[in-house]
């Protein structure tokens, strides 16, 4: 190997280095998401928001070789401390185009996943009444992911930027899918504890197909212990896998359209049958 291609690697692996330091530091301002509106995704990049290398706000322009390294890097940050969401989200974005591009295909080959991607939606406490949700009848969806939220103390904005995506279109997609885990997880009646992360981590893996995803679904097995992993194994992990093929797509639904259906007509809709094991909403395995 020469030693300009040498230096040409010492210096990515410094940017990779610098770019992961950023990503631990950078959080979701509640502004951000609308850079992924519809029209702000058609202004010039050369904005005063924007460098001419940003394809859209807080877009950073990596190479190949910086997008295989930084998913290494935070692959293995992420086995060491599963806490590190910074992580996460750099391995699946630097991870995860091609299937990103298969979502987009999928998206639009239905009507609904066109619109979402026309419109581009945001799930935000700026784009959601989460007052209105609170007052709706219990068994709406709306509902439902209201008291998702107020009992396990998540807040709507917490999702991270996508950073390491260079294409808007696809961007967009990989927020959707963060801001739609939350949906995902009161749609299929699975709460935050470690079981129930599993569970859904396998539903992601089969329908997005993002390498982030199946990650976790292969690895998050291993960290529950034997009585845990007996009720994976006997009953959620077929549940999952079912799910996961024979439902509708999940990210062609425009959530926002349906706060007020009554969720068991819309998981009948989407094919989703809810969990056969009635114990592990109340396990004690909070992530």
């Known amino acids: 190997m020469s030693k300009n291609v040498l230096i040409m690697h010492f210096g990515s692996t410094l940017r990779v280095y610098s770019l992961m330091r950023h990503a631990r530091s950078t959080r979701l301002l509640y502004a951000a998401p609308a850079s992924f509106s519809h029209r702000a995704s058609h202004t010039s990049s050369t904005s005063s928001h924007q460098t001419p290398q940003q394809l859209y706000p807080g877009h950073i322009l990596t190479s190949p070789f ?19 969401d910074d992580m996460i989200c750099a391995m699946g974005e630097a991870s995860g185009s091609c299937a990103l591009a298969s979502i987009k295909k999928r998206m639009l080959a239905n009507p609904d996943g066109q619109r ?13 009444d989460l007052q209105y949700l609170s007052q709706l009848e219990e068994h709406t969806l709306g509902k439902a992911y209201f008291n998702f939220l107020n009992l396990n103390g998540f807040d709507p904005d917490s999702r991270r930027p996508v950073q390491f995506v260079d294409d808007p279109e696809l961007a967009y997609i990989m927020l959707r899918y963060r801001q739609m885990h939350d949906i995902t997880h009161t749609i299929l009646d699975m709460k935050p504890n470690m079981l129930g992360e599993v569970a859904v981590k396998w539903y992601e893996a089969i329908q997005t197909g993002l390498p982030m995803c199946i990650a976790a679904a292969i690895g998050g097995p291993f960290r529950l212990g034997p009585k845990h992993r007996r009720i994976w194994s006997t009953q959620l992990f077929p549940w999952s896998i079912k799910n996961g093929f024979n439902s509708n797509f999940m990210l062609n639904l425009y959530v926002e359209n349906h706060w007020e259906t009554p969720i068991e007509e819309l998981r009948a809709r989407l094919g989703i049958t809810t969990a ?3 114990n592990v909403n109340s396990l004690n395995t909070k992530l």
Not at 67 to 80: D, N, V, Y
Not at 116 to 128: A, D, F, G, H, Y
Request: proline letters at 9%; aromatic letters at 2%; charged letters at 25%.
């Open 276 to 278: 056969p094991c009635n």
């Open 116 to 128: 979402i991607l026309q419109e581009r939606p945001i799930i935000s406490k700026e784009t959601v």
């Open 66 to 84: 910086q997008k295989a390294l930084l998913t290494g890097i935070s692959a293995f940050a992420a086995i060491r401390d599963p806490a590190r």
